[in-house]
């Protein structure tokens, strides 16, 4: 900053230097190596939703047993899946047994457990419980 007064008046005059106020560009393996990781990260991100398999109808069952006996602590054992002999071709029940891990053998309360899940083109239409939960 320089003054430079004529005749009683102050003029004030800046000069700015280049290389002072110039940012600095980041060194090349720098940028190379952000933009690699935003187009890995993209797409990896975009897919977090994705499931790859959808559920099949006996693993359907088996969570919405466990489901409707909260607190139960259901296991499921097996799972069956049949095509019953007068609904069509996309009909399916699918029955599941299960086993609740916090009652003991020939307790009061029903240990064993099964339900039975009725399909139809994939959506459940029936639900009922054909042995447990409770006596």
Known sequence: MQV?????AARFEFRRRGRQ???MAAPLSRRIAAALALVLAVPA???????LREAS???RCGRL???????????????????PPTAGL???????????RN?????VLQRELAVECRFDEGILIGFRWTQGPLR
């Open 21 to 23: 106020y110039r940012r």
């Open 103 to 107: 009652v003991a053998p020939g307790g």
């Open 57 to 59: 109808l006996s693993d």
């Open 90 to 100: 996309a009909a399916a029940v699918v029955v599941v047994h299960g086993v609740r």
């Open 4 to 8: 430079a007064g004529i005749a009683g």
């Open 65 to 83: 047993m466990q489901e409707a006996f909260p607190g139960g602590d259901v296991t499921v054992t097996t799972q069956e899946a049949v095509t």
């Open 45 to 51: 991100l975009a897919g977090c939703g994705v499931r």
